[in-house]
């Protein structure tokens, strides 16, 4: 019963920004890591961000150069992704995946269109 839900796709233009969210809903038990994938037509998902929470800390790892911001509250199981500086080659539908001690969790995705 455990739900992924993304919001804040939509179209943007080339230099503009965008923050996507996404709660986790249901029997999730607390969330160890939260993060974001994307996809584009013939490629694979690829690795966007990602947010952990360990006993020692918080930790996290994105592959954006420091244009996107990855944040979130373990405690609620959210995420959010800030999205700065937007290029044309970051269209692509964005997914929300989760994980927890039992399994791994994907969203239904939301897509994120940034016009040239």
């Known amino acids: 019963q455990v739900q992924l839900v993304e919001s804040g796709g939509g179209l943007v233009k080339a230099g503009g920004s965008l923050t996507l969210s996404c709660a986790a809903s249901?029997?999730?038990?607390?969330?160890?890591?939260m993060g974001w994938f994307r996809q584009t037509p013939g490629k694979e998902r690829e690795f966007v961000a990602v947010?952990?929470?360990?006993?020692?800390?918080?930790y996290t790892r994105d592959v954006a150069e420091g244009r996107f911001t990855i944040s979130g509250d373990s405690a609620k199981n959210t995420v959010y992704l800030q999205m700065n500086s937007l290029k044309p080659e970051d269209t692509a539908v964005y997914y929300c995946?989760?994980?927890?001690?039992?399994?791994?969790?994907w969203g239904q995705g939301t897509q994120v269109t940034v016009s040239s």
């Open positions: 947010v952990r929470w360990g006993p020692s800390g918080k």
């Open positions: 995946h989760a994980v927890n001690m039992r399994r791994d969790y």
């Open positions: 249901g029997r999730t038990f607390t969330m160890y890591a």
